[in-house]
């Protein structure tokens, strides 16, 4: 095979995925708008006073929740990038955690410290203080930047990384003051970072639906996705829940080209923690402050894992352990999750080698095929697993019983929507090693298996495996699509998880969420480790 062959195979190859990925996404609207009477009545949507509310409350969650995962974000990461102690990639490893944990978990466990019964409330009560509500904007906001939070800190980390270890030597050099250093040095790298994270965190809240189902607490605190759930599920009005859709995925197109347009692809690759070597001058003030800024940002994402598990040993857990119900979940979302994630992998891979394939071309056609490429991940951050399951279910409720192809369809929406997390960690990796060794393994004839064996292969491993370990983590967590299409026959853990809680279950609720944080974590955790490791070595 020449090298010529295999370009065009590997762009054939992410062509196909690309096509696919976008005919699923935009699949089950476009067949429903074609063949049904659900086109929506946008005059009638734009006038209703609660929608208007609702797409209001909408932006200012968002808007308020990316403001804030920013802002304490930005001195968090540079006062981690400033010090050295033993235990910093072990911060790192932990600020990944959040991304990992299913959503409900972390929202359960936000009720855990910050609710009228939890923690917190519990020792202002004891002040003779008001205890804290965590129901409605307050909670939402506190569950999202706990989410997010360590996302655009790791974005924000990856771009100080980036700076040449010139300039903090040339920093050293001139005895900058902290001061000094932050405007001339820092602060330009943390500004290229801060577009695409702020879109990126600003699209993924826009399409936050299990935090705003649990927190919201009332009409008062819905936002568009679960106004599309709600107009499925209880309402059963198509063309209202098309409308919202619709809605939705204009309002988060726009933010998505506004951060294009900016030259800021929100599915930018972010650092592993690359040790940087700085040359700072000796400021023990300064020091200090780190240190805080460290612990505080360490304990905020630690207080809900350590919640999840005290609340969680609270419950009869080898009743849980034992029962039916609770074994099949959990088997049926690990069967989810492991074909989720093995197509998400297959998808993301084929479109990224195409990108590759690429990378050098001259004229404009091929230019623009790779940019639509490069867009295509970013594309399925505009659409929430909530609003393609709505398609399909709409339409399959037409040709045939919705419950028996459920699986395949979750299974299906769980690997689109994981893809922008394998793409963004394996990219970079990839790009970096394309640009080194590109052309000279094209002048070597290099090409097909025996390419992808000796240059791709070694390259993508240890980010493909932990790009698998978050698909995997990330869909067993899931309840999104679920939330749609489940019933007494398909059952996931979060699902059910659910259904306790809607029961007033609450301490088998906290037992099936120590359940899930901890399978979640562990999968990640033993994927990772198996698959990064070469043949012959140990983990």
Partial sequence: MTPRTDRRIRIAGG?????????????????????????????????DPYL??????????AGLSTLLSILLAIPFALALHRSRFPGKRLILRLFLLPQALPVLVGALAVITIWGRNGVLSQGLAALGLP?????????????HVFFNMPLAARLILAALDRVPAESWKLAGQLGLFPLAVFRLVEWPAVRTALPGAAALIFMLCITSFTIVLVLGGGPGATTLEVAVYQALRYDFDPGRAVGLSLIQIALTTL???????????????????????RFDRANPVRRWTDIALVVIGVGFVLAPFIAILVSGLAADLPKLATEGVVL?????????????????LVLSTAVLLAIEALRHA?????????????????????VSPVIVGAGWFLVLRQVTNVLAVAPYVVVGTNAVMAMPFVVRI????LAETSARTGRLSESLGLAGPARFALIDWPAMRTPLALAFAFALALSFGDLGAIALFGSSDFMTLP????????????EDAAGLALFLGLIALVLMTVVERGLSTRPGEHA
């Fill in 52 to 61: 208007q509310s609702v797409f209001g409350f909408t932006l200012l969650q």
């Fill in 255 to 277: 933010v998505l080209l506004a951060a294009l347009r900016l030259g800021r692809d929100p599915t930018g690759g972010f650092g592993l923690g690359a040790e940087a070597k």
């Fill in 426 to 429: 394996v990219g970079p990796a």
């Fill in 495 to 506: 699902y059910l998880l659910l259904q306790r809680m809607g029961s007033y279950r609450t």
């Fill in 328 to 344: 099949q979940a959990a088997l049926t979302s690990l069967v989810v999750a492991l074909g989720a994630a093995c197509l998400s």
């Fill in 362 to 382: 001259s004229n404009r056609p091929r230019r623009v095929l790779r940019s639509s490429f490069e867009t295509t991940a970013s594309l399925v951050l505009v």
């Fill in 131 to 143: 205890r804290l509500e965590v129901y409605g904007l307050n909670g939402i906001l506190i569950a």
């Fill in 15 to 47: 062509f196909t995925a690309a096509a696919l990925v976008i005919a699923y996404l935009a699949g089950g609207f476009v067949v429903l708008l074609a063949t049904t009477n659900a086109a929506p009545d946008f005059a009638a949507l734009f006038a």
